[in-house]
């Protein structure tokens, strides 16, 4: 093997490791731009977790959003996609 094949293979394998991260960055450009088209904020600025923080969750927050029917998950007026009754987020404001 020459030298210059060992470069273009290299080259290949940066480009192809930045064409990743660009992708993924790309995605996640998408989700957030469709979380503010809906007039909601995603869920990584919020700082939204799961579980409850001081005693304080979802279910007891003012911004939530029960579930509908049989579903587990609720919403909130506030924060994108489904949402833990559990969870917790900075916007947390008490009924």
């Known amino acids: 093997m020459s030298d210059s094949s060992k470069i273009s293979r290299r080259m290949f394998f940066k480009r192809s490791l930045a064409a ?3 992708t993924g960055a ?8 469709q979380a503010q088209a809906a007039g909601k904020t995603p869920k990584a600025a919020m700082q939204y977790q799961d579980t ?6 979802c279910t007891t927050c003012a911004l939530w959003v029960p579930p509908e029917g049989d579903a587990k998950m609720g919403a909130c ?4 996609g489904e949402i833990d009754p559990n969870g917790w987020c900075v916007a947390y404001a008490a009924k």
């Not at 790309?26 to 731009?33: F, G, R, Y």
């Not at 007026?77 to 994108?80: K, L, N, Y």
């Open 52 to 57: 409850p923080k001081n005693g304080e969750k």
């Open 20 to 22: 990743t991260a660009m």
């Open 77 to 80: 007026q506030v924060v994108a």
């Open 26 to 33: 790309t995605a996640m450009a998408l989700l957030q731009s």
